[in-house]
């Protein structure tokens, strides 16, 4: 009987405010079949699915682009555009607001894929399969729902374009905290990476044009804050990562829908639970709401109230997020897991150049030079794990040639 693959746990990517999954080993599905209640079963041959076509592969990339290409917009046209009167113009800051509106969709949406993918199934799987897997789900909640605050925050001192770029730093914060706390080393080109990408987000920042130089110092102070709190959303999002990962290879087969519906979950009961409560909390750089103002809820309805063209922005952005969620995450139930790396890199890359077009945003030479140190050091990344992953390939085939 032919040996036959079915889907590892899948892990979802730290960026961008939530949105995608990836395989927990970083390599394509290997063969596995377990229940899906968090307790491992011994492997077992079944019958091989049936490849995905070309059609499938064009609707997904084309649903990861649209959806996260308008989700990028919305975001950008939600916390950084002015609205109501130039006199008394004001800017939507009530960050937690979007993030429950956001997870909540996010849960209902996952929610509905994880049961239209086990609909053969007579038993839908629990999203809480046990006791013991509640509190890494907790923390992952909690530090999902940190980071998002400190990245809008950071959007008040640097530009969405800085942002962009600083985003896609990911290896950075996994990578300290693996080599911090989980001892880990990595390869020299790894740390090149790294390096390439910091200093293109350096190069960007400190080339940011300017009409003088007073101005120009000003600046510079405030992108180095909005770049300090950024570097805290790059690092909640890095512990989020790694707790995911400790939550697949620990709690197999848990699965992405599964993993989708129950930080979600659990991230708009943390978040409602803070909307309710703001009101008593001391007011604070990442708390927008005072004594006047109230909760942040109210605040955030009062300013809909006053703004009702940011509503359908609002729901748009919403619903974009977790719908992008589910094509990133039907991509690597049936392709590999190396094509979402592909995706995601453009992806940003055309994001940046939309945002540039559609905003009106102006970048200077060097700028452009930092753009390039960006994307050039991730795609070289996306390059050498490629032909990693081609190798062991190879060296498979060839040790079960030898088997046989």
């Not at 889907?7 to 949105?19: G, H, K």
């Not at 086990?118 to 999902?144: D, G």
């Not at 994001?351 to 970048?363: A, E, N, Q």
């Amino acid at each position: 009987m032919a040996r036959t693959k079915q889907a590892t746990p899948l892990r979802r990517e730290p960026s961008d405010f939530s949105q995608g999954w990836k395989h927990a080993n970083g390599n394509v599905p290997k063969s596995q079949v377990a229940l899906s209640n968090g307790e491992p079963k011994k492997p077992t041959l079944s019958t091989a699915p049936a490849q995905a076509g070309l059609t499938q592969l064009i609707i997904c990339v084309a649903g990861i682009y649209v959806s996260f290409l308008s989700w990028a917009l919305l975001q950008e046209r939600i916390t950084a555009t002015s609205y109501g009167p130039l006199s008394s113009s004001e800017r939507f800051t009530y960050s937690i607001f979007l993030n429950t509106i956001q997870s909540t969709f996010a849960a209902l949406t996952g929610y509905a894929y994880l049961l239209f993918s086990t609909r053969s199934s007579t038993i839908t799987p629990s999203v809480f399969p046990t006791r013991a897997i509640f509190p890494p789900l907790l923390l992952v909640a909690i530090t999902s729902s940190l980071a998002s605050p400190f990245g809008y925050a950071s959007l008040a001192h640097i530009d969405y374009i800085t942002f962009i770029l600083a985003k896609s730093c990911k290896l950075l914060p996994v990578m300290f905290l693996h080599l911090t706390i989980f001892r880990k080393s990595y390869p020299l080109y790894k740390y090149l990476v790294v390096a390439l990408v910091t200093a293109g987000v350096a190069v960007f920042t400190l080339y940011h044009p300017s009409s003088n130089s007073k101005k120009s110092s000003q600046r510079t102070d405030s992108s180095a804050w909005g770049l300090m709190l950024l570097s805290i959303n790059l690092l909640f999002d890095g512990l989020t990562n790694s707790t995911q990962d400790h939550i697949f290879s620990t709690y197999r087969p848990y699965s992405g829908p599964q993993m989708m519906v129950a930080q979600n979950l659990l991230s708009t009961l943390l978040t409602t639970l803070y909307l309710l409560l703001s009101p008593l909390l001391p007011t604070a750089p990442l708390n927008p709401t005072n004594s006047t103002t109230g909760s942040e809820f109210t605040a955030a309805l009062a300013f809909i109230n006053r703004n009702p063209a940011i509503l359908p922005a609002i729901l748009s952005f919403a619903a974009c997020g977790a719908i992008g969620q589910i094509f990133i995450y039907y991509t690597l139930s049936h392709f590999s897991s190396l094509l979402l790396v592909t995706v995601t890199v453009t992806r940003k890359m055309l994001t940046m150049i939309l945002s540039v077009v559609w905003f009106g945003h102006w970048l200077s030479g060097m700028q452009w030079v930092g753009v390039g140190l960006v994307f050039g050091g991730v795609g070289a990344e996306g390059l050498i794990q490629r032909r990693e992953k081609v190798a062991k390939e190879r060296a498979k085939r060839e040790g079960r040639t030898k088997d046989l």
